[in-house]
């Protein structure tokens, strides 16, 4: 499942550390986000999601940030792990629109150091 | 496990064979999604189905056919491919058509050769 060849952003982190992934999204009219993470070989799997009406929103260890006046997203993750390592997406799309799909991020590639 | 399954896991065909991708998901989604995750691009929306009805198709080749029998199962045609098609295929689905998270297979990685 792996994104090679395409040059993703790589933040390398020590374990214990916290580490921070941005998201910079494309249409002012999305109003629901998500992030996905992405192990080597596994599909993108859900982590948290967030809309337009708040700002930020706090699950275990990860809290998403969202700053509608820059079009950005930022997903936080408390004390990594080595098991955090995988590609980060973000996502957005208009809740309910009719059109109904999300659009991905090209994402981070985060690499745990132990 | 994530609850949709996705089969084969790997596939390796020649620009002239016909081959299906299927996929399978028993969380009581009524929405189910064809993504494809290529080297060099983003994750791509091809195909939308609501209730097994296509609502999206996203200017995807003619080569590549999608079927929805029920709202539990997906499959994707495959026929007279090109090299450049080869990527990770990946199906999802969701309770409805965009609401809440998508659940992913872990997909099939085609070559075509």
């Known amino acids: 499942g792996e994104s090679v060849g395409l040059h993703l952003p790589t933040l390398s982190v020590q374990e214990g550390d916290n580490s921070i992934i941005n998201c910079a999204y494309s249409?002012?009219?999305?109003?629901?986000f998500i992030w996905y993470k992405q192990e080597s070989g596994k599909g993108p799997q859900f982590i948290i999601d967030i809309r337009s009406n708040m700002d930020k929103r706090q699950g275990q260890r990860v809290t998403v940030l969202l700053n509608k006046t820059v079009k950005h997203l930022s997903l936080q993750i408390a004390a990594t792990q080595p098991g955090d390592s995988a590609v980060y997406f973000c996502a957005e799309s208009v809740f309910g629109g009719s059109q109904g799909n999300l659009i991905f991020g090209k994402g981070t590639k985060l690499s745990v150091k132990p | 496990e994530t609850g949709v399954t996705q089969t084969p896991r790997h596939l390796v065909m020649g620009m002239t064979n016909k081959k299906s991708l299927k996929c399978e998901q028993h969380l009581g989604h009524n929405a189910m999604y064809w993504y494809k995750q290529s080297a060099k691009k983003p994750l791509e929306l091809m195909f939308v189905y609501n209730f097994k009805e296509q609502t999206e198709n996203n200017s995807v080749p003619s080569r590549f056919s999608p079927e929805c029998p029920n709202s539990s199962h997906l499959f994707l045609h495959l026929h007279t491919l090109q090299p450049e098609d080869s990527a990770l295929y990946l199906c999802?689905?969701?309770?409805?058509?965009?609401?809440?998270?998508?659940?992913f297979g872990s997909g099939t990685r085609l070559t075509v050769v």
């Open positions: 249409n002012s009219a999305s109003d629901y």
């Open positions: 999802a689905s969701s309770q409805v058509v965009g609401a809440s998270g998508y659940t």
